[in-house]
């Protein structure tokens, strides 16, 4: 968390619930088939999204329209250590393509080797998200995201400081295909390398991280069959039993969604009883949720569901990376919270008092649970853990 973002935080006041309002297009879609194409929605700019149907184009900031070769210059910066202070770390350290851009781990580790309290986010889809992080109200672009990976330092990620700002922007300017490459994306620019279109260029690339071809959205087309285990998951997904909808039931399989023509954004967060620490409701210290921001008790534990498209790759789970497989995840959910019986962080989850009401206990016997599973790992899209055009274009051939 960086100082800018306490900051806003702070001036405009907001919370959770001061940013609700009410959404008009989130609809959860658990059936019915889809095959037609919008072709409405395969351009701007002359940027092809190539969405589905039901996947509405992404808002882009006008300052920095979608473009290939800024896309494309975005990608050789999202995986060039020499962006860190150190030059050890690229954005891709910790988001990794085949993790749906996640790195596998239950706490990231910074540039300096300092640990972050958090798990890195899988960035899948980045774009549709009205908040960005585990629990920000305030952080609502990926351009102002990203000053916390580069510049942060509480905790370090990529450590660019004051001290060798001009060191890692030198490495840019130096490098025999960046020049062309700046000069192809901000054409209208004399001099196109520094650090704002640094920014817009990896925010670009990460717009362009669209994951929509999973075999789910192929069974919507019309284009392949769910077995069924995984028809009987998507049925208690979507049911009013397992709950799992409320908060995870939008096309993103997130209750938090922007896009080009939303009217109003609806950005709930929720408190899922991971921790209850001696029956006073808190969680772990610098993981308190949306709290950390606001410190109003009623935004202790309070996170923001993750879209669970590509969840069979994206482990270990939750925010602090604590449940290590969807089978726990499911045991987790159906006892409704979760009881730490020893250590430091002891508690029952289950009794938190700040506890969302749609989660509690759910009667799931051991066949719905892995039909649950089953269903998520229908969302796993390899397209996109394997596309070249998302890929490392650095690594050797
Ligand atoms: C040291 C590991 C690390 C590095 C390096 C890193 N990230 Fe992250 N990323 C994280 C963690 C941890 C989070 C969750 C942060 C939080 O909730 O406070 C995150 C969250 C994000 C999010 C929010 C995703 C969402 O769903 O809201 C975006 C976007 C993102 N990172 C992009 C980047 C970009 C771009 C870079 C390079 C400039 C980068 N990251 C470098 C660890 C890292
Ligand atoms: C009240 C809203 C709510 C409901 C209902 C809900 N979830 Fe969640 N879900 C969340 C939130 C919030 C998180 C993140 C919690 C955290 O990290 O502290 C989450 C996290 C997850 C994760 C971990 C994803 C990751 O990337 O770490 C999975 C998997 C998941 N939920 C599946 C489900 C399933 C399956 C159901 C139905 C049984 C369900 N959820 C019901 C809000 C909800």
């Avoid at 001290?163 to 295909?177: E, F, I, M, T, Y």
């Avoid at 950390?292 to 969840?311: C, H, I, Q, W, Y």
Wanted: net charge negative.
């Amino acid at each position: 968390m960086s100082l800018m973002q306490r900051f806003w935080v702070t001036l405009l006041g907001l919370t959770g619930t001061a940013l609700s309002v009410a959404v008009l297009s989130l609809v959860a879609c658990g059936g019915g088939s889809l095959s037609v194409t919008d072709t409405t929605k395969t351009a701007t700019n002359g940027w092809n999204w190539s969405l589905p149907a039901d996947f509405p184009t992404p808002r882009v900031p006008d300052d920095n329209p979608m473009t290939e070769a800024k896309v494309e210059l975005g990608r050789f910066l999202f995986y060039d250590k020499r962006l860190s202070g150190n030059g050890t770390q690229s954005c891709a350290s910790c988001h990794h393509q085949n993790k749906a851009f996640t790195d596998g781990l239950a706490q990231a580790v910074g540039s300096t080797g300092e640990l972050h309290p958090r798990s890195a986010q899988h960035l899948g889809n980045v774009a549709y998200n009205a908040t960005l992080t585990w629990a920000n109200p305030s952080l609502v672009t990926l351009e102002r995201q990203m000053e916390t990976p580069l510049f942060g330092e509480n905790p370090v990620e990529m450590g660019i400081n004051d001290g060798n700002k001009s060191v890692v922007l030198s490495r840019v300017q130096a490098d025999a295909q960046y020049p062309a490459m700046f000069k192809a994306a901000f054409s209208t620019e004399a001099n196109p390398i520094h650090w704002g279109n640094i920014v817009k260029a990896i925010a670009a690339f990460q717009r362009a991280l669209i994951s929509a071809n999973s075999r789910y959205d192929q069974w919507l087309q019309g284009k392949a069959a769910l077995n069924v285990a995984e028809t009987r998951g998507m049925n208690l997904f979507f049911g009013e039993k397992a709950e799992c909808f409320h908060c995870h039931g939008s096309f993103n399989f997130n209750d938090q969604i922007t896009h080009a023509s939303i009217r109003f954004v609806e950005t709930p967060f929720h408190n899922t009883g991971l921790y209850n620490i001696g029956g006073t409701g808190a969680f772990p210290e610098f993981n308190r949720g949306v709290f950390e921001l606001t410190g109003k008790p009623a935004d202790m534990g309070m996170f923001r569901a993750p879209s669970l498209r590509n969840v069979e790759v994206t482990a270990p789970y939750m925010h602090d990376g604590t449940i290590e497989t969807l089978e726990q995840v499911l045991d987790f959910y159906a006892a409704g919270g979760r009881n730490i019986t020893s250590g430091p962080h002891a508690g029952d989850g289950r009794l938190n008092p700040n506890k969302s009401d749609l989660i509690s206990r759910i009667d799931l016997t051991a066949q719905d649970k892995a039909d649950l599973v089953a269903f998520l790992k229908t969302l796993t899209d390899h397209d996109f853990l394997t596309n070249p055009k998302l890929a490392n274009p650095f690594a050797a051939p």
